[in-house]
């Protein structure tokens, strides 16, 4: 070998390491594999068929209203593009941290002799796999639904695969380079605050998004002239210029049958400008941001002495009251962990907003039946909240063990022991949280009292099956070498996600069923027979059965997984 | 007391661990030694709990690990040869969540932590994180932890890698002490010299068998190697030097 050779392999060889890993991933037989891959890809299928269906059957509803539908169409494309164009912003910062400063593999590659341009072609483009990818899947079926609504020629799908790319490189460069200047500008070891920097701004423009739009003025009936200052702001002057719209336009050019070049060549230039800007920003500033990043070994200790106080007041045992502290402190001191409360904060308080906003009562003719309808709606949210809280805090309570996890089985505790106490931490932060979000709109809504406390027993019983399922879940898919904030997107995390929503659903079902039977008996005046009582009662017998099982199974499923790492 | 009475432990095919018996009595510094991929760790994982042989047993005074894992592992300290542990808790946190998983709290917890944090010399790094801490002072936090409940038997995977002069003569000294004082030691180690000062009984594992056990004495008498140097007797026992391949390949 030469002296001073140097990589001379165009830069997707340095992307092999990723692929070979996923592919062996994906070659490892286990058992259980096919079933496991039937379920979840038979889940799968099915979420992305809803999706189909539900944009399928918008589209054909927006065709009987004929100029005015194709419009609300257009709108809609340019708006479900602007959400994934803020969604693959934020996660272009946060996966470009990572990508780009603190993934193990840098050490290696920098110390390698590749030449810069090469490097950051390769983490550039696997930034923009790992933060679109998720995008795409749900983009997919979506689409699809809207061209076959329409009878779409074959330059719509080609015209959608053609604009994937360009639309995610677009937001994701963005993303990259705020985060390239951020971790120069702030000292890397406060990588907490150029985080925090990130959530907060993240939160922020939610909230200004909303309200910037109004929503609620389309529920007001004396405001109906006002509708079309609505859809004035939902295409304000800046919209034209964003990526989004010109996906949006793109498309629509095309469901219409004609072309619309400019936008596509607006969007692959914008995409190929933003990387050589991108290339050169990383030039200049990469080599002091990493270095940077490196520069932390001394962090600053918060004592969090209060959470040993309140947790030896606590009536429990020396084990699991240690199991608690050690848990608190460590999530309250791992800023990547927490930081992630600060979007959920923000979308709680849209949350409230919009059930403080939907003034009901000025819609006299279904006000009375329609808010209690929406204490369901509402319930169903706060299952999904449950759902989406739980896979990003909850699921990894296993996996945020880490390479430590040997301390754990080295001592003279069960597993099950270890599992039901990650169970109990996880459940009453969860439950309050959850339980107060119901409460909270309910109250706002004025719902009636009964459905009140349906709505606030039955989230009782959701957080536990969501919670256990987590807890479960997480167990038998545990990743204690990756970071676990990134557990939402694996495997396991996705199984989760379908199974928990699935189960949302299941209770959706069994709780509104019987409630709506009583909901209609008194607005009617009409007695409830007999037989119907003890249906409606057997349907809320089988929501708490449901709750349970799904809590239990997955809790011991969780324990037996633990106990069969000791057989590897 | 340690006992391991023929313990297998079989990946499909491969036996990583074929047959091994050995027994560490009260107050005996055992010595475990081989190459890579000898089988060495594999054991010792086997006698913490972390993972179950395929066949044979594990005693750990008197508790049968896979009958009484509890007990078992309640009786015994662990170290293992990377010491990952939770970096965002204080060496004071971890060492109290220590012995919290052990039973040890309330008042009793305070004073033992101290006492072990001024053995191995990191008092003054008890309110520091672990994510601060060198290589080596994660080491004798480790084994802090592992002597922390007062353990009757102890194995320790590569105590002394990562360890400067000081650290290592710190560890050894403890190691004297703790054996004076009863406790079992079964130490797996590459450092031959240390292995030689410190044991009272080695055991040498190759290809997941042991092919000997004894005293250093025992061992050069079983040998016939005399007075011959230490490395030159293991490297007979597991496989030749390979300093002629070397040779060619440089």
């Known amino acids: 070998m030469a002296a001073g050779a140097v990589m001379t392999r165009p830069f997707p060889f340095l992307l092999l390491p990723w692929v070979w890993s996923s592919r062996n991933r994906l070659r490892r037989r286990e058992p259980g594999d096919l079933l496991r891959a039937s379920l979840v890809g038979g889940i799968g299928i099915g979420v992305c068929a809803a999706l189909f269906a539900g944009s399928f059957w918008v589209t054909r509803q927006l065709l009987a209203y004929a100029e005015f539908g194709d419009y609300l169409l257009r709108l809609g494309l340019s708006w479900l593009f602007l959400t994934f164009l803020a969604f693959l912003a934020f996660s272009g910062v946060v996966t470009a941290f990572s990508t780009f400063f603190l993934a193990d593999d840098l050490r290696l590659l920098l110390t390698a002799p590749i030449a810069s341009g090469r490097l950051f072609l390769a983490r550039f483009t696997r930034t923009v796999g790992q933060a679109s990818w998720m995008v795409v899947m749900f983009l997919t079926p979506v689409l699809l639904g809207v061209g076959a609504a329409r009878c779409a020629p074959v330059a719509f799908y080609a015209a959608g695969v053609l604009i994937v790319a360009p639309f995610a490189m677009i937001p994701v460069a963005a993303g990259t380079g705020a985060t390239l200047l951020l971790v120069n500008v702030l000292p890397a070891r406060r990588a907490r605050d150029l985080l925090a920097l990130v959530g907060i701004g993240f939160a922020a423009a939610l909230v200004l998004i909303l309200r910037f739009i109004q929503p609620e003025r389309l529920l007001r009936v004396e405001s109906l002239p006002d509708i079309a200052d609505f859809f004035a702001t939902l295409q304000s002057p800046l919209t034209p210029l964003l990526p989004s719209f010109w996906a949006g336009e793109l498309l629509f050019a095309e469901l219409q049958g004609g072309h619309d070049l400019l936008h596509g060549a607006a969007l692959w230039t914008t995409a190929l400008a933003c990387t050589v800007v991108l290339s050169a920003e990383d030039r200049r500033w990469h080599r002091a941001g990493y270095s940077r990043s490196q520069e932390a070994p001394k962090a600053r200790v918060t004592p969090l002495g209060v959470i040993d106080r309140v947790a030896h007041a606590l009536p429990v045992s020396t084990v699991r009251r240690q199991l608690l502290i050690k848990d608190a402190k460590v999530f309250l001191r791992d800023v990547s962990q927490w930081l992630q409360l600060l979007p959920l904060f923000a979308l709680v308080l849209l949350y409230l907003y919009n059930f403080r906003t939907l003034d009901l009562e000025r819609i006299p003719y279904m006000s009375g039946f329609l808010k209690n309808v929406y204490a369901f709606v509402n319930l169903a949210m706060a299952g999904f909240v449950l759902a989406t809280v739980a896979v990003r805090f909850v699921f990894p309570a296993v996996s945020t063990e880490g390479a430590a996890f040997w301390v754990i089985r080295s001592s003279p505790i069960s597993l099950g022991d270890f599992l039901w106490s990650k169970f109990w931490i996880g459940l009453i932060p969860v439950l309050l949280f959850t339980e107060g979000l119901t409460v909270a709109a309910n109250e706002l809504m004025g719902v009636d009292p009964f459905l009140k406390i349906v709505a606030a027993v039955a989230v009782v019983f959701m957080t536990g099956a969501l919670v256990g399922l987590a807890v479960g879940l997480g167990a038998c898919y545990p990743r204690f070498g990756a970071d676990p904030t990134q557990a939402a997107g694996s495997y396991g995390g996705v199984t989760f996600m379908i199974l928990a929503v699935l189960y949302v659903i299941a209770t959706i079902v069994l709780l509104g069923w019987p409630s709506s039977l009583w909901l209609f008996s008194r607005i009617r005046r009409i007695q409830l027979s007999a037989m119907r009582e003890f249906l409606m009662a057997a349907s809320f017998t089988l929501a708490m059965a449901l709750s349970v099982v799904t809590c239990l199974v997955a809790m011991r499923a969780g324990v037996r997984a633990l106990e069969r790492m000791a057989e590897r | ?250």
């Open chain 2, 1 to 250: 007391m340690i006992a391991v009475e023929h313990v297998v432990k079989r990946y499909g095919a491969f036996a990583a661990v074929d047959d091994v018996d050995l027994e560490v009595q009260p107050g005996e510094i055992h010595g475990f030694l081989g190459p890579n991929g000898a089988g060495k760790t594999t054991t010792l994982r086997m006698i913490a709990g972390l993972l179950q042989p395929t066949a044979g047993r594990v005693v750990v005074n008197g508790h049968d690990m896979a009958l009484e894992p509890e007990a078992a592992k309640g009786s015994l300290g662990f170290v293992p040869d990377r010491p990952f542990i939770y970096e965002k808790l204080t060496a004071g946190e971890f060492l109290r969540f220590h012995g919290g998983l052990y039973g040890i709290d309330g008042a009793d917890i305070a004073p033992r932590v101290h006492e072990m944090l001024d053995l191995f010399e990191l008092r003054r790094w008890e309110h520091e994180l672990v994510e601060s801490f060198s290589h080596g002072m994660k080491q004798r936090l480790v084994m802090s932890a592992a002597f922390l409940h007062r353990p009757r038997a102890v194995v320790v995977d590569e105590p002394m890698v990562g360890l400067d002069p000081r650290g290592a003569r710190l560890i050894k000294a403890v190691f004297r002490r703790m054996s004076e004082g009863g406790v079992a030691i079964l130490m797996s180690t590459h450092t031959l010299e240390v292995a030689e000062e410190m044991s009272h009984r080695i055991s040498i594992i190759n290809k997941g068998r042991i092919v000997v056990q004894g005293t250093v004495e025992d061992v050069r008498r079983l040998t016939g190697a005399g007075d011959e140097h230490f490395t030159s007797i293991f490297l007979r026992l597991t496989g030749g030097s390979g300093l002629q391949e070397i040779d060619e390949i440089v």
